[in-house]
């Protein structure tokens, strides 16, 4: 069955590094989203992004992060300066269509990024 | 804002039926969603309804929605161990494009 895969698992970084979270959504999918969920807390919604550009952001989304679909297969999420409070899971995710009519968003199995 | 609560845990025995409950905000969600996570692993979308739907039945799963009181519940027959895992309600935001809100997941243990 096909999957969407992430990459790393975990990633441990020191504050105001940068991070690049590496996921590879399903092959023929065209819509792409990143979630994260701070331990504890619920999964929000970062960004989804279609055609090479994002489609929607949430107020989480600043200037520190932004996202890549550096080649065919990949799709990044990038954090410049890492904060404490950027340490949660986050799940990528992808599907066939964005739009009304409903599709299965498949996610992956998260990284989980700690920043010390 | 938009909201999604559901009570953070419950406690079952195998065999009987599990009823996980959560409450939503945004009255023009078009579809409603289950997800279940089981350790280690991503989000699995278990079923989810259209907001004009009533119920939903697929196989042991049973998904009741009240509209207006913004009221969805999923029901799951014969709970085996298996089915323990964290379940996420989830509303699609107005607009769509696989928006999600989820709640905080229901951690289901499913005991002896």
């Known amino acids: 069955e096909p999957e969407v895969t992430q990459t790393p698992s975990h990633q441990v970084t020191q504050m105001g590094q940068e991070v690049i979270l590496r996921c590879v959504p399903i092959s023929n999918h065209l819509y792409f989203y990143w979630y994260r969920q701070i331990l504890g807390q619920k999964v929000e919604f970062l960004v989804s992004?279609?055609?090479?550009?994002?489609?929607?952001k949430s107020e989480i989304f600043d200037d520190q992060f932004s996202v890549e679909r550096p080649d065919g297969s990949n799709f990044t999420l990038k954090i410049r300066s890492t904060k404490l409070e950027d340490s949660a899971m986050y799940f990528c995710?992808?599907?066939?269509?964005?739009?009304?009519?409903?599709?299965?968003?498949?996610f992956g199995q998260g990284t989980r990024l700690t920043v010390v | 804002g938009e909201d999604v609560e559901q009570s953070l845990f419950l406690s079952v025995r195998e065999g009987d039926s599990s009823v996980i409950n959560c409450t939503y905000t945004?009255?023009?969600?078009?579809?409603l969603y289950w997800y279940k996570q089981e350790p280690g692993a991503g989000l699995q979308l278990l079923t989810y309804i259209f907001s004009n739907m009533d119920m939903k039945q697929d196989q042991r799963l049973t998904v009741l929605l009240n509209k207006k009181d913004k009221h969805l519940s999923l029901r799951i027959a014969d709970t085996q161990t298996g089915d323990s895992a964290i379940y996420f309600c989830a509303a699609e935001l107005s607009g769509g494009y696989n928006k999600l809100i989820f709640g905080a997941g229901t951690r289901l243990a499913v005991h002896p």
């Open positions: 992004f279609y055609n090479n550009e994002i489609s929607e």
């Open positions: 945004d009255s023009s969600s078009t579809y």
């Open positions: 995710a992808s599907s066939e269509s964005g739009g009304a009519v409903v599709t299965e968003a498949f």
